[in-house]
């Protein structure tokens, strides 16, 4: 069976961890107040949101984080765990959250004046910096008398990491992306490029593809996930390369072509500008004994 545990770190602000290390999926049913804002950490495995009866669901994939606000009516959590699945949530109020801010909420999209009171679902990626806490949660061995004050520590640390985003301090804010088609569009762009990371589609292209005109199109990427369209595409091929190298099933050329690369040179260089480091010395660092 798996498991929940609800610790209180003030008052509106609990966080929530959730370990399913068994082989059946987990149902975990909790009554969340209006006017609260939530935030859920897939560590491990994956899980499932649903809303309205069954009628909408949203994926919390591995190493994913949703935040999920709406102060027009409650949601709810209503929480399926699949199979070895932790996630951690955390649940604060809009006002203990918004003074954390004050003075710079207009850097949290839906903090600012016209989109506060305004449903807001957005899927992220776990930075490696929010995965170390995410972790420490975990595995902490401390004294309980203090655990509070480690997990307060800790949540605090998590939202803060959590909007260590790097934007465009000029970039215009998107209040279109209130409104869940075009985030569905968006992440739909996403799926496209990343289905054809090897030849993808000109941003035109994708544009049309889902039904979004190109302003749009390129302001609703950098907002949900922090890049460009072919920025957010070039750390995901290089993400690919260098898992394919961990394989151990493939070499450098034979990674290159698979990722969409027509030379050996280009992936090279392109690797070598992610990671600071040639393939093959990637490979050598590894596996010293290839």
Known sequence: MGSQEVIKIEDDFILIRFQND??????????????????HFGIKGKAKFIFNQGNYTLD??????????????ELPLNLILEPQTWVISVIISI???????????????????ENQD????????????MAIVLSQLFHYNLHPNIKNLYYKGKGYELLSLFFNRSEDPDAEQCPFLIDEENVMKIKKAKEIVIANMAEPPGLQELADQVGL????????????????VYGFLFDYKMECARKLLDSGSYNVNEVGLK????????????????????PKKYLMAINPNT
């Open 213 to 228: 005109n190109l302003k749009k199109l390129k302001m609703g990427f950098k907002q949900i996930y922090g890049d460009t």
């Open 60 to 73: 919390l994939k591995e190493e994913k984080a949703l935040l999920l606000y709406n102060p027009q009516k």
């Open 22 to 39: 068994e082989n059946e999926p987990f149902h975990v049913e909790k009554q969340i107040n209006q006017g609260l804002i939530q935030f």
């Open 118 to 129: 305004k449903k807001y679902y957005n899927e992220s990626d776990i930075s490696p910096s």
């Open 259 to 278: 990722i969409g690369y027509s030379t050996g040179s280009h992936f090279i260089a392109a690797f070598k500008k992610k990671f600071a480091t040639t």
């Open 95 to 113: 006002k203990k959250f918004h003074a954390l801010f004050s003075t710079e909420a207009s850097y949290i999209p839906f903090l600012s004046g």
